[in-house]
């Protein structure tokens, strides 16, 4: 009762707040949604289903790069292209899922082979032109035009992202209340049980992974329409997989909110030590390996884990 | 050389079952060491392995106690996930350190070669292999024949049934790591003469170690070192196959093969799925 009270509040100072926010915490609350929304479509695969994708990059970047591309070379509007970029990473997430599920990897085998999965994209993009090689893309011409997916000013980007995220957190509500949603939570307490017990779990993970990779892609669009200028490091690198998935562990893998609070937690945490300590690259990255390493010992399931075992 | 980084990170995983995220960092930090040695106090980078060898033994050690072994019963991706978190800190704390520049080590003997039936060997390289096999040589004799050696393989067999022999389990682990983080310290001193030192240089060393040991088999520890020869092959094979770092991908493609046909190991051994 007290938690939907306080996540009302929440909700509604997200929305009417934002206006009359100095432009620096407006940049902040944009990274919190979008790591919280990344984090919320890792959290369906990794969290749910309990397979650790260490490759998310590789959706990430295909989302960046198929709206980019189709909108430099074909004049497609990248809310088109957010689509399509989608729909592409959940067909590359389908293949890269089958060879591995259908192989039997489990664990660190299924970890490691999507961490050479996104690898893979990485060193292709940096090795074509057609694709601006290692230079990357720029998306010029930002005269605002909402119809491009193009702003004036920072807050409608805002609302888009809110929007994305709320989104991801709605879906993984129903998820988690459904069919799939039950049949991914026994696969990941024990597959064989789960399987014995008449649940097909190929075909259930492979659900998870499309809704996983078509997500996590929409959110490349959506850096790329944000920053205007994507390169092969920024979107394949595995930076952008541990991103995703740091906001889900620390929040609180395998809960809806999880995410979401991870990255209420870790983003500015990453921004206010980038800005206490200036000229010294990496401090960010630094806090976020040690709190891994503090919420991994002390808080083994995440921020909502602990909630929830006060309770 | 790939083989020797391999070796630690297989090691670890046979007597831990963790999958070691943070081999490449360790490695960094040891190619620090060794460019720390030979600029500030002149110390030769073979010379220095006298030096680093102990000091990331003891540096392991202590890792494995204060990090990984309070985590030995979590489940096994929150433990992959821990040396996940280690190997983010460590990169970025030598980013904060020492800037993400590019340094090298030149000793009067670094462009030295030799011309051997038309192939120009260069002699840093020749040495680092050389090196590579010694220490590997060492290290099978170590496990082979002294009684932690074979505490180690033991635990590595069967950690129930070592346990229940009287080993010391905690300290087996640690002793291994110790061993790993040894190994792969040498590794990064052989390589400086000919290669860059930066906070992130353990990252593609240890993405190539991972293909290495999948490729010989988890915990298979000569089969580490036959990987490692196999991957430094496919990767001069795509070199002059594939234009630019296209190379990678052979390797990548090898791995993803061998995880999905072969997740034991091409030699078997090791323990897939």
């Not at chain 1, 970047?61 to 399509?84: E, K, R």
């Not at chain 1, 690259?281 to 503090?294: E, K, P, Q």
Request: a positive charge.
């Amino acid at each position: 009762m007290g938690a939907e009270v306080l996540a009302g509040v929440a909700l509604g100072a997200l929305l009417v707040a934002p206006p009359f926010l100095p432009p620096y915490f407006l940049e902040i609350l944009i990274s919190v949604m979008l790591f919280g929304y990344l984090g919320a479509a890792w959290n369906i695969l990794g969290g749910y289903a309990g397979q650790f994708s260490f490759g998310h990059a590789a959706y990430f970047g295909i989302g960046a790069y198929t709206s980019t591309l189709l909108f430099l070379n074909l004049g497609v509007t990248p809310w088109l292209g957010m689509l399509a970029g989608g729909v592409l990473a959940a067909v590359y997430g389908l293949f890269a899922g089958y060879l591995s599920f259908r192989y039997g990897l489990r664990g660190p085998y299924f970890s490691l082979v999507t961490l050479a999965f996104a690898e893979m994209l990485r060193v292709v993009a940096v090795n074509t032109k057609a694709v601006g090689s290692s230079i990357g893309l720029v998306i010029p011409n930002r005269e605002p035009a909402p119809l491009n997916f193009v702003f004036a000013g920072k807050l409608p980007y805002y609302y888009v992202i809110l929007a994305m995220a709320l989104g991801a957190v709605w879906i993984t509500r129903l998820l988690a209340r459904s069919k799939l949603g039950y049949s991914l939570l026994a696969i990941r307490e024990n597959e064989d049980a789960a399987e014995a017990a008449g649940v097909d779990a190929l075909g259930m993970k492979l659900r998870a992974m499309a809704l996983s990779s078509f997500l996590t892609a929409l959110g490349g669009t959506f850096y790329a329409q944000y920053f205007a200028y994507i390169d092969p490091t920024i979107t394949f690198g595995p930076s952008v997989s541990i991103q995703g998935l740091l906001q889900a562990i620390v929040g609180g893998a395998g809960t809806v909110l999880g995410p979401l609070i991870g990255a209420f937690v870790l983003t500015p945490v990453s921004e206010l030590s980038r800005a206490a300590i200036r000229g010294r690259a990496g401090v960010d990255v630094m806090l976020y390996g040690f709190v891994l390493i503090l919420v991994i010992s002390f808080l083994p399931n995440g921020i909502m884990g602990w909630v929830r075992k006060r309770r | 050389m790939y083989g020797l980084v391999a070796f630690g990170l297989s090691l670890i995983f046979g007597v831990l079952r963790i999958i070691n995220f943070a081999h490449g960092a360790v490695m960094m930090l040891a190619m620090y060491a060794t460019y720390w040695l030979f600029t500030l106090l002149k110390i030769d980078p073979y010379v220095s392995i006298v030096i680093t060898g102990p000091a990331f033994f003891v540096l392991g050690m202590v890792i494995q106690r204060v990090v990984i072994e309070p985590n030995r019963f979590a489940a096994e991706h929150n433990q992959l996930l821990l040396t996940l978190g280690l190997a983010l800190f460590l990169e970025n704390l030598a980013l904060v350190l020492w800037q993400g520049d590019f340094r090298t080590v030149r000793p009067s003997y670094a462009n030295a070669s030799f011309d051997l039936g038309g192939a120009l060997v260069e002699v840093p390289r020749l040495v680092a292999c050389g090196g590579a096999i010694v220490v590997a040589v060492v290290l099978f004799a170590f496990l082979k024949l002294t009684d932690v050696g074979k505490a180690i393989r033991a635990l590595a067999e069967e950690p129930e049934g070592a346990m229940l022999m009287g080993i010391d389990v905690a300290r087996i682990r640690a002793v291994a790591y110790g061993i790993g983080a040894g190994a792969v310290a040498v590794a990064g001193a052989l390589v400086t003469p000919f290669f860059y030192v930066a906070p992130d240089v353990g990252e593609s060393f240890n993405i190539m170690a991972f293909v290495v040991v999948v490729l010989g088999g988890m915990g298979n520890f000569v089969g580490a070192l036959l990987g490692g020869f196999i991957v430094g092959l496919a990767e001069s094979l795509g070199a002059t196959l594939l234009p630019g770092s296209l190379k990678q991908l052979v390797v990548f493609a090898l791995f993803v093969l061998v995880l999905l046909f072969r997740p034991a190991g091409l030699f078997g051994g090791g323990r897939g799925r």
